[in-house]
Each structure stands twice: as C-alpha cells, then as structure tokens.
C-alpha cells in the first residue's frame, strides 16, 4: 500500500468569475487557513502565485501519494 499524503492540494471545478487567476483541471496547494475553512473557503496559490482565499465548491481536495505531492511541492518552489 502506497502511503498517501495530508490533503494539499486541490484541483480547480469552477473558475467562472476567476478566469485569470485559475485553470478548471488544475491542481493548487492549498494553503492551511482554518478561519477561511470555518467560512466555506480554500486558501491556493494560484496562477500569480500569491495565495488568496475562494469558495470550497470550486475545488475538490485530493489526497495524492506523498513522492508525487514532493514532485509537485519542489517543483512550485524552485
């Protein structure tokens, strides 16, 4: 059995409104925000870079195998 990371990353359901700032298809890390979570939102780095918070129901949350979520982890901090 593959051991699977914390839940870091989400992949983007709906952009409308966000065209530039997020891709349907794409994953986002998520940034740990327990208030914005406590209202409904993620927090993601998305296509700037920087982080902001949008509504939960944009995104589903995956659960990736932990080489992979290092992949992507070194790759969006290089």
Do not use: W
Not at 28 to 55: C, N, P, W
Request: negative net charge; aromatic residues 8%; glycine residues 6%.
């Amino acid at each position: 059995m593959k051991e699977t990371s914390s839940e870091q990353f989400a992949v983007c359901l709906d952009n409308s409104g966000y065209k530039a700032s997020l891709e349907v298809g794409k994953l986002y890390q998520m940034i740990r925000d327990k208030e914005a979570e406590a209202h409904g939102y993620l927090r993601v780095l998305d296509e700037s870079g920087e982080d902001y918070a949008f509504t939960a129901a944009r995104f589903h949350v995956v659960s990736l195998p932990v080489a992979v979520e290092q992949v992507l982890l070194a790759a969006t901090h290089s």
